[in-house]
């Protein structure tokens, strides 16, 4: 008998779905008694997934089934079970139809004439556009109801007030109204800073030991204040639609569900302003006050992080996504609510709120002590560094490349003798015009090509200069380095190490620093180390 895949999909677990789910098992079960196939228990997939992504775990395990050549015919209740988007329905079909698999479709006529294909990607197209409609109808209807002073996002008001929801002729409203205990909060965090000229570090510090509660049972943590400073709702001006949902950059590894779970700030043209729709617990001036003496604070801290003790400050460390330098700085864990030292992207600091830069934030002791481990252990290799110098010295002969650009600079003389010599020929009248022509042109290529390698030549020895000159500095120093390293015990003994390594670290999105500016590439054997 052969044998049948049959593939449900739902898209939640709710009571409708399920109700959907056991009519499609019964209709795609019936279509296949109908056409003689015999659906083991094993290939029934039942899968609870939105029909938008293609990539989902049953239908892949369904899909390489087909190609596998395993199933005779593929079995589903409608195009849209299978996929939302037209161009995967196809992209499945063409799959059944190389594996010699039928693709049957219970609501659909059995039919495989171009008729039919278009009825499938038609009601695909169907399905998508409905959705569109959809998304964009509630879009819309909210940011209607918004512009008519209205806030529509029931779920969650700000840390600070509650949502209130009421009947006014007939309509459902929501409405926020002040929390007075998380109110009081909010407003001491302004005055510590706007009027007693707190950091936020220290507002956190402060909170946290006289155990106020924090939002969602944790410790208060600086971007958390941050979030609540940037909030003009707490001074009565609440906008709407000032964020914008997209799928995040970092995506968890492993295949899942891509929601829309990243935030990022749209233009300002497209805020909405609700007039009246959060009732204010500070005064602007306040709120002004209060972000005058953030930006204080900060050119404040540049100055005093000079004086801390950061192995890696002075640009010593850079960001590999943009290139800033990684500056020093302070977090406190949540957990626990105790500082700890990092280093973050320069070009996302400034801005307290919004991160121009995606470069997350790194452990200080963390990417320190794994440089220094990892520089002590290379220091450790003397010999194979000294060895990596010769040889580079060996590979590199500058005096064999400055030989070669002699020799090619005669050939390339050669060649515009031999040029002149036909334009003589010519003007003699000894060749017509034709070969003159076609000499020419051959000279001229030869010239050309000549050229670019003399200089392409000229420009390796410059380079090569350059690292001889830094490798010879090594070699001289090697042993002090080592020395230095070896024993370096407090923060200025190994400052100085690093500045006589001429340290250069670069670190990666997924935290992995790259060491250069020690040693040479060949001998350098662990030049980048993960760090998580
Ligand atoms: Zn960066």
Redesign the pocket.
């Given at each position: 008998m052969k044998s049948a895949i049959i593939y449900v999909r739902v898209s939640t677990t709710g009571q409708a779905d399920r109700g959907t789910e056991k009519s499609q098992i019964e209709g795609c079960q019936r279509k296949a008694k109908e056409l003689g196939y015999e659906v083991p228990p094993e290939w029934l997939f039942r899968e609870t997934w939105t029909g938008a992504d293609f990539e989902r775990p049953l239908l892949s395990e369904a899909r390489q089934l087909i190609r596998e050549k395993r199933a005779d015919a593929l079995i589903v209740y409608s195009t849209d079970r299978l996929a939302r988007n037209p161009l995967h329905v196809g992209l499945i079909a063409e799959e059944c139809d190389k594996a010699a698999c039928q693709l049957v479709i219970v609501t659909e006529p059995d039919d495989s004439s171009p008729e039919g294909q278009l009825i499938r990607y038609v009601r695909g197209w169907g399905g998508q556009f409905e959705r569109l409609k959809i998304s964009e109808r509630t879009q819309r209807g909210k940011r209607f109801l918004a512009r008519h002073g209205q806030i529509t996002s029931g779920g969650k008001a700000p840390y600070g007030y509650n949502v209130v929801h009421t009947t006014v002729d007939g309509r459902k409203k929501i409405s926020w109204v002040i929390n007075p205990k998380e109110a009081e909060i909010i407003k001491r965090m302004f005055e510590l800073i706007g009027n007693h000229g707190y950091t936020i570090y220290r507002v956190a510090l402060e909170f946290n030991q006289q155990e106020i509660p924090a939002p969602r049972s944790q410790k208060w943590s600086e971007s958390i204040i941050r979030t609540y400073l940037s909030n003009t709702a707490y001074c009565g001006e609440l906008y709407l639609f000032k964020y914008k949902a997209i799928e995040p950059k970092k995506p968890q590894a492993g295949m899942r569900r891509i929601k829309k779970s990243s935030q990022v700030l749209r233009d300002k043209s497209e805020w909405i302003l609700i007039p009246n729709g959060a009732p204010p617990i500070i005064s602007r001036e306040l709120y002004d006050k209060a972000h005058k003496q953030l930006e204080i604070n900060s050119r404040k801290a540049s100055r005093n992080r000079i004086h801390n003790q950061y192995l890696f400050s002075g640009g010593i460390l850079r960001?590999?996504?943009?290139?800033?330098a990684?500056t020093s700085g302070y977090q406190i864990r949540r957990a626990t609510g105790q500082e700890y030292r990092i280093y973050r992207?320069?070009?996302?600091c400034h801005s307290p709120i919004y991160h121009?830069?995606?470069?997350s934030v790194i452990n200080a002791d963390d990417v320190e002590n794994a440089v220094w481990n990892e520089l002590a252990q290379s220091l450790k290799k003397r010999e194979i560094i000294k060895q990596g110098i010769s040889n580079f010295r060996e590979t590199n002969n500058l005096s064999k490349i400055e030989t070669e650009i002699v020799l090619k600079q005669k050939q390339l003389d050669g060649f515009k003798q031999e040029r002149v010599v036909y334009l003589r020929q010519l003007g003699k009248g000894l060749i017509d015009e034709t070969t003159w022509v076609k000499e020419a042109r051959r000279c001229d290529t030869r010239i050309d090509s000549l050229q670019h390698d003399i200089d392409d030549m000229r420009r390796r020895i410059e380079t090569l200069k350059q690292q001889a000159l830094h490798y010879d500095h090594l070699e001289n120093t090697l042993d002090d380095l080592a020395y230095t390293v070896e024993h370096a015990e407090t923060f200025e003994q190994k400052r100085r190490a690093l500045v006589m390594i001429n340290l250069n670290a670069v670190l990666t999105q997924d935290h992995v620093v790259k060491l250069n500016g020690i040693v040479p590439d060949k001998v350098q054997q662990t030049g980048a180390l993960l760090l998580i």
């Amino acid at each position: 008998m052969k044998s049948a895949i049959i593939y449900v999909r739902v898209s939640t677990t709710g009571q409708a779905d399920r109700g959907t789910e056991k009519s499609q098992i019964e209709g795609c079960q019936r279509k296949a008694k109908e056409l003689g196939y015999e659906v083991p228990p094993e290939w029934l997939f039942r899968e609870t997934w939105t029909g938008a992504d293609f990539e989902r775990p049953l239908l892949s395990e369904a899909r390489q089934l087909i190609r596998e050549k395993r199933a005779d015919a593929l079995i589903v209740y409608s195009t849209d079970r299978l996929a939302r988007n037209p161009l995967h329905v196809g992209l499945i079909a063409e799959e059944c139809d190389k594996a010699a698999c039928q693709l049957v479709i219970v609501t659909e006529p059995d039919d495989s004439s171009p008729e039919g294909q278009l009825i499938r990607y038609v009601r695909g197209w169907g399905g998508q556009f409905e959705r569109l409609k959809i998304s964009e109808r509630t879009q819309r209807g909210k940011r209607f109801l918004a512009r008519h002073g209205q806030i529509t996002s029931g779920g969650k008001a700000p840390y600070g007030y509650n949502v209130v929801h009421t009947t006014v002729d007939g309509r459902k409203k929501i409405s926020w109204v002040i929390n007075p205990k998380e109110a009081e909060i909010i407003k001491r965090m302004f005055e510590l800073i706007g009027n007693h000229g707190y950091t936020i570090y220290r507002v956190a510090l402060e909170f946290n030991q006289q155990e106020i509660p924090a939002p969602r049972s944790q410790k208060w943590s600086e971007s958390i204040i941050r979030t609540y400073l940037s909030n003009t709702a707490y001074c009565g001006e609440l906008y709407l639609f000032k964020y914008k949902a997209i799928e995040p950059k970092k995506p968890q590894a492993g295949m899942r569900r891509i929601k829309k779970s990243s935030q990022v700030l749209r233009d300002k043209s497209e805020w909405i302003l609700i007039p009246n729709g959060a009732p204010p617990i500070i005064s602007r001036e306040l709120y002004d006050k209060a972000h005058k003496q953030l930006e204080i604070n900060s050119r404040k801290a540049s100055r005093n992080r000079i004086h801390n003790q950061y192995l890696f400050s002075g640009g010593i460390l850079r960001c590999g996504i943009c290139g800033h330098a990684m500056t020093s700085g302070y977090q406190i864990r949540r957990a626990t609510g105790q500082e700890y030292r990092i280093y973050r992207c320069a070009s996302n600091c400034h801005s307290p709120i919004y991160h121009r830069c995606t470069m997350s934030v790194i452990n200080a002791d963390d990417v320190e002590n794994a440089v220094w481990n990892e520089l002590a252990q290379s220091l450790k290799k003397r010999e194979i560094i000294k060895q990596g110098i010769s040889n580079f010295r060996e590979t590199n002969n500058l005096s064999k490349i400055e030989t070669e650009i002699v020799l090619k600079q005669k050939q390339l003389d050669g060649f515009k003798q031999e040029r002149v010599v036909y334009l003589r020929q010519l003007g003699k009248g000894l060749i017509d015009e034709t070969t003159w022509v076609k000499e020419a042109r051959r000279c001229d290529t030869r010239i050309d090509s000549l050229q670019h390698d003399i200089d392409d030549m000229r420009r390796r020895i410059e380079t090569l200069k350059q690292q001889a000159l830094h490798y010879d500095h090594l070699e001289n120093t090697l042993d002090d380095l080592a020395y230095t390293v070896e024993h370096a015990e407090t923060f200025e003994q190994k400052r100085r190490a690093l500045v006589m390594i001429n340290l250069n670290a670069v670190l990666t999105q997924d935290h992995v620093v790259k060491l250069n500016g020690i040693v040479p590439d060949k001998v350098q054997q662990t030049g980048a180390l993960l760090l998580i």
